[in-house]
């Protein structure tokens, strides 16, 4: 596993060396760092017959599990949506319905059963309900592990009744090293793809792997030339037009955070980047919509240039 995800590991291994394990555990933290592969880590430790964290994956319950046959492993996640092409965006209650009544089911390989919930802030209001009923009266040998970015969307009823272990973004002193390595950049690039990624690994090794880290570089003297008036907002709306709008909206907003932080003392200025980090994050919101995404670009930068005047 990662090796910012180590200190979660150890926790987790020795709740269950003590049989400490709770009947829910929240595994929180930000997007990009490895905690629905950590999820499915636990799910196998919790159902191997070794009762081992990591598991020991050779005997019949991690065997079992890897082909996706564990009649004790359960996991619950976006599955296809009925009426249209692609996943549902929500977990639904019939989903969780399903899953309580497979835990009131007997154990025929594991000393426990286990359930993978991802991402939990997802799951809706009847199914957070209906999941609710299952922590509050879970069989007695059912661990739930509940994977969210968010965890501030999920009701505080559910949130209450878990153990939490929250994953943390790392140092850049661990992970610009293992960045590095594993996408095989010079440190300072790793360095970059990291700050264009808000400190995420896994996101900054997609970036490096599928965009590369030229366009934040470029998207960032952009900006430069834009704060002292050696580019116009039609020049650099021109040059922007090939970057990815996702990656583009989140770089923007990254940006204008990073500058209101270091703008505190300008009162009226810090105002200002903080009122662009959050337009930049809705007209993010807004790209699946048909509103005309070059005008909101256009006024974004129009005003980025003016107040970096």
């Known amino acids: ?36 592969e950590l999820g499915r880590a636990f799910l196998a430790g919790l159902l191997c017959l070794e009762d081992s964290y990591p598991a020991c994956g ?34 639904i209650v019939d989903q969780v319905r399903r899953l309580t009544a497979a835990l009131q089911l007997t154990n025929s390989v594991s000393r426990r059963k286990g359930a993978l919930l991802y991402p939990a802030e997802t799951l809706n209001a009847n199914a957070a309900n209906a999941l ?7 069989p007695g040998d059912a661990v739930l592990i509940l994977v969210s970015h968010n965890p501030a969307r999920l ?13 943390r973004l790392p140092d850049g002193e661990v992970a610009i090293p293992w960045l590095a390595q594993a996408a095989q950049v010079a440190p300072d690039e790793a360095a970059l793809a990291l700050e264009a990624a808000a400190g995420s690994p896994l996101k900054a090794m997609r970036i490096v792997r599928q965009e590369g880290i030229e366009p934040y570089r470029a998207l960032s003297e952009l900006l430069e030339d834009l704060r002292s008036g050696r580019c116009d907002p039609a020049t650099a709306l021109s040059a922007l037009g090939e970057v990815d709008p996702e990656l583009l909206w989140s770089w923007l907003s990254l940006r204008a955070a990073r500058e209101t932080r270091t703008r505190l003392g300008q009162v009226s200025l810090a105002r200002d980047l903080a009122r662009l980090q959050i337009e930049a994050d809705r007209n993010r919101a ?20 003016r107040l970096s005047a």
Request: charged fraction near 25%; proline fraction near 7%; charge should be neutral.
């Open 155 to 167: 009701p505080a009823t559910v949130r209450s009744r878990c153990q939490n272990l929250c994953a």
């Open 1 to 36: 596993m990662y090796p910012w995800l180590q200190e979660v590991e150890s926790e987790f291994a020795e709740r269950l060396r003590g049989d400490r394990m709770a009947h829910a555990i929240l595994l929180s933290g930000p997007a990009g760092l490895g905690k629905t």
């Open 132 to 138: 609710l009923k299952t922590l509050e009266e879970p």
């Open 58 to 91: 050779v005997c019949r319950s991690c065997q079992l599990l890897s082909t996706g046959a564990h009649p004790e492993g359960h996991i619950l996640t976006f599955e296809p949506h009925p009426k249209r092409d692609g996943l549902r965006t929500e977990l």
């Open 286 to 305: 807004l790209l699946a919509t048909p509103v005309r995404k070059d005008l909101l670009l256009q006024d974004w930068l129009i005003q980025w240039a």
